[in-house]
């Protein structure tokens, strides 16, 4: 009967961790041909990579090559709490707020100077290969669509 009781212990820590499975985490390489950018124009290339960070929530390293040719390089952490988080080297915004929906969508809130730059949701497709940012301007209308393949 022991055991039975230790076992169902194990059993109900273990199984929120398991189900917690972060699938966005990885690194993604933008899909330019299957992007749509509103207005324009499209970034030449862009990988970012997606890992847990420490404490809880989500780090994100980013490097783009812009339709310019200049190369932007940014990172941050943020935890799924909804609160701002400072981002280092991105001229458009300097924080970001996640939201965790589920296991394949996050809400992300990005700010320049206090106000909202624009907000993205991010969905894993079902197999996990691919993943589709859809971002909204502060007026709510839907701008660029990201389209990015996993590695």
Same mark, same amino acid.
């Given at each position: ?63 783009? !090559?812009? #339709? ?8 941050? /952490?943020?935890?799924? =709490? @909804? *609160?701002?988080?400072? +981002? ?34 991010? !969905?894993? #497709? ?8 859809? /971002?909204?301007?502060? =007026? @709510? *209308?839907?701008?660029? +669509? ?6």
């Amino acid at each position: 009967m022991r055991r039975l009781a230790f076992l169902i212990c194990v059993l109900l820590f273990v199984a929120p961790a398991v189900q917690a499975a972060d699938n966005y985490l990885g690194t993604w390489t933008l899909n330019v041909a299957k992007s749509k950018y509103n207005p324009g124009p499209a970034a030449k290339s862009q990988t970012t990579l997606l890992e847990s960070a420490s404490g809880g929530g989500l780090k994100e390293v980013g490097d783009r !090559v812009n #339709a310019d040719g200049a190369k932007t390089h940014w990172e941050w /952490s943020a935890k799924y =709490d @909804g *609160k701002d988080y400072p +981002v280092m080297g991105d001229p458009s915004r300097d924080t970001v707020a996640l939201k965790r929906v589920d296991d394949n969508t996050l809400e992300v809130t990005n700010k320049k100077g206090g106000q909202i730059a624009n907000t993205m949701k991010i !969905v894993v #497709a079902k197999d996990g290969r691919s993943r589709t940012n859809e /971002s909204r301007g502060p =007026d @709510g *209308k839907v701008g660029n +669509v990201l389209v990015f393949d996993k590695k």
